[in-house]
């Protein structure tokens, strides 16, 4: 059974560095990609972008290119989402989510990590 | 960027009757449309693919069709269980997925 198991959730401040995981287990991970989709209180989907673990090939959409770093460590099967310093708007819940090839929808999804950026 | 707008923004409809969704992109995406359902606390989940193929484990009501740019989601038989909020999304334009805003489907 395919299972994309989020970290929990967490509350920072501004300013502060954040990592937030997502544990993949029932596939291949290195050979599928894993992509992270942000979704602000009470608003839609944002696609945000992707990393295949095999050969960490990372992708970004243009909003969020330099605003977060995207990684994964194929030896425990795990991607990552990081910020270096957080801002109240990353207050959002974000989403990990499997992709099965470079033109495919997201098939699995984890439960989402919720982050609250607060002073 | 390829921008997809849905409408309408939300649907009431009563069980049994049918909904039709509405997805349109700002240029051709080919047949590379993905539907998602998302409940209240809880992860999306795909339903339909390829613009018209439903994902494992999606009953048959759930219908998807268009091209290029005009793209339909249909709910025949509408039941209590598909009260959600459903998005399109494009992945043609690689690596720049989007999604729509959104629709949702109330039930009356």
């Known amino acids: 059974e395919v299972q994309l198991v989020q970290s929990g959730p967490e509350v920072k401040k501004p300013g502060e560095s954040l990592k937030i995981s997502c544990k993949a287990s029932?596939?291949?991970?290195?050979?599928?990609?894993i992509g992270w989709v942000r979704q602000m209180p009470g608003k839609g989907l944002e696609w945000m972008g992707i990393v295949k673990p095999e050969d960490s090939d990372t992708r970004y959409s243009p909003s969020f290119q330099d605003q977060v770093t995207i990684s994964a460590d194929k030896s425990i099967n795990t991607a990552y989402l990081q910020w270096s310093s957080l801002k109240a708007s990353d207050s959002a819940i974000y989403f990990c989510a499997r992709q099965m090839g470079a033109t495919a929808p997201f098939d699995y999804w984890g439960q989402g990590t919720l982050v609250t950026v607060s002073s | 960027e390829i921008v997809m707008t849905q409408s309408p923004a939300t649907v009431s409809v009563s069980p049994g009757d049918r909904a039709t969704l509405s997805c349109r992109a700002s240029r051709s995406v080919n047949s590379n449309l993905a539907w998602y359902q998302q409940k209240p606390g809880q992860a999306p989940r795909l339903l339909i693919y390829?613009?018209?193929t439903r994902a494992t484990g999606i009953p048959a009501r759930f219908r998807g069709s268009g091209s290029t740019t005009e793209f339909t989601l249909t709910i025949n038989s509408l039941q209590s269980e598909d009260s959600a909020v459903y998005f399109c999304q494009q992945y043609d334009n690689w690596p720049a997925w989007t999604f729509g805003q959104g629709t949702k489907v109330d039930i009356k």
């Open positions: 029932g596939y291949s991970f290195d050979n599928n990609w």
């Open positions: 390829g613009t018209s």
